[in-house]
């Protein structure tokens, strides 16, 4: 066998750097690490390095390593991440790059850079940047994955800020912007999480040699099925019997995350009182982890519960009538409308919240960005279980055809040159023709 069969015949090796470790994905930016990283898997050798600021399970460790040949885990000091943050900023980087700094790491990495032939190196988000930029790795193929412009983002949040955060976010975009720059001034590919995010960065950046594309989110309609959450989890959750005077809404999502924060503060600010006078026995659950003191305060208001982190939402998105999106800040794709489409639920949200999905208002959701609006709408869902029930499952049906996983990360196999297991051998077969 000469030396090109054996390298074409070889499983690639892929450096995966991850600013969290990617399992349980529970989370947003783990949702899409950890089906990224499962697809790689299946494709590559895959070595996995990241930092964590939360302890990992002895269960959750063995889950990713059954995935990867090996795995580094850079825990990060609280007290630290900040002294590192502010380092960097007095350096004239971002704030976020020395959250995520650990020098021990860097070093394991050029380590390992040192003892394995590696193929490709996949960046997922900006924070992990400055590793990949290393001597030791600078050189190899590499595809950033920046989910989001978090540059746009940080100017999302000054525009909702007091004066002196609004300065801190907007030097926080000015450095980030830098960092999306040189993601695509140095690297192959740059990856978005819909291609209203690629459109934005082309806009931005000039390109280089880099490929700047959408590659979307999934959603895994066989685990988030309406018909199908854990018997034993449901308790409580029981869907709520028909009654025209009464409507119950859920909200999910990570409950220290200020678009979510001021999302729900919208809502209840805007929306809550006047719907409740149509809807006396309307009810709203908040679901999700690291709830603070403004979130428990929601729930100090008739008929909304606070009930904060849970071991599996499905119960909950089931026993709903309404999935509620209410965000004025969002970026990307939004993980939560898309399991509430794939669980069959009426969904209203903001135009924000619906970017990158492409569904039609009114068919698959509802669309509402002012007060008037959402009351209305929800009123409306609350007289005509009938139109909730069918919206539901047409929703379904279009992220079953739309947002499989495997099919939104096809991109990957070429590139990263790629390619299933199962396909191997079809693989081969052309690469001899």
């Not at 096809?410 to 077969?429: C, F, H, M, V, W």
Request: with cysteine.
């Amino acid at each position: 066998m000469n030396l090109n069969t054996e390298h074409r015949n070889r499983r690639p090796e892929i450096l995966f750097l991850a600013h969290r470790f990617p399992y349980p994905p529970d989370r947003g930016d783990r949702i899409r690490s950890w089906n990224i990283l499962r697809y790689l898997s299946q494709r590559a050798n895959v070595s996995l390095a990241c930092t964590t600021d939360t302890p990992i399970q002895k269960e959750q460790m063995n889950v990713v390593r059954s995935m990867c040949d090996r795995v580094l885990i850079a825990p990060l000091d609280r007290r630290m991440r900040w002294f590192h943050a502010g380092n960097h900023w007095l350096a004239g980087r971002s704030l976020t790059e020395g959250l995520f700094w650990s020098r021990k790491f860097a070093h394991t990495l050029d380590y390992w850079a040192d003892v394995t032939r590696f193929d490709q190196v996949f960046v997922y988000c900006s924070s992990m940047l400055p590793y990949a930029r290393r001597k030791s790795l600078r050189s190899l193929p590499r595809v950033v994955d920046l989910v989001d412009v978090d540059s746009q983002k940080w100017k999302d949040y000054a525009e909702n800020s007091n004066w002196i955060r609004r300065q801190v976010y907007h030097s926080e975009a000015r450095r980030i912007s830098r960092l999306e720059k040189l993601s695509a001034s140095e690297s192959n590919a740059v990856l978005l999480a819909s291609e209203a995010e690629a459109v934005l960065l082309r806009g931005q950046v000039n390109r280089g040699k880099s490929s700047i594309l959408g590659v979307s989110n999934g959603v895994d309609s066989v685990y988030f099925d309406s018909q199908a959450p854990p018997p034993d989890l449901r308790g409580s959750c029981q869907p709520n019997q028909p009654d025209p005077a009464a409507l119950r809404l859920i909200f999910v999502g990570v409950l220290d995350y200020l678009p979510n924060i001021e999302g729900l503060r919208w809502f209840l600010k805007n929306v809550w009182h006047p719907l409740r006078q149509l809807v006396p026995n309307l009810t709203l659950d908040i679901v999700g982890k690291n709830p603070g003191l403004e979130i428990s305060k929601f729930a100090e208001q008739p008929g909304v519960s606070l009930v904060g982190a849970v071991e599996d939402v499905r119960p909950f998105i089931a026993a709903a009538d309404v999935v509620i999106a209410p965000l004025k800040i969002a970026r990307g794709i939004q993980n939560k409308v898309l399991e509430a489409m794939s669980m069959a639920k009426p969904l209203v949200l903001t135009t924000l919240a619906a970017q990158g999905i492409d569904a039609v208002s009114d068919k698959h959701y509802i669309v509402a960005d002012t007060a008037e609006d959402w009351v209305e709408n929800l009123a409306e869902l609350a007289r005509c279980p009938e139109a909730r029930h069918q919206m539901g499952e047409v929703a379904r049906e279009f992220v079953e055809l739309e947002f499989n996983w495997n099919t939104c990360l096809a991109p990957l196999d070429r590139l990263l040159g790629i390619y299933s297991t199962a396909n191997k051998s079809e693989q081969l077969a052309m690469q001899e023709v």
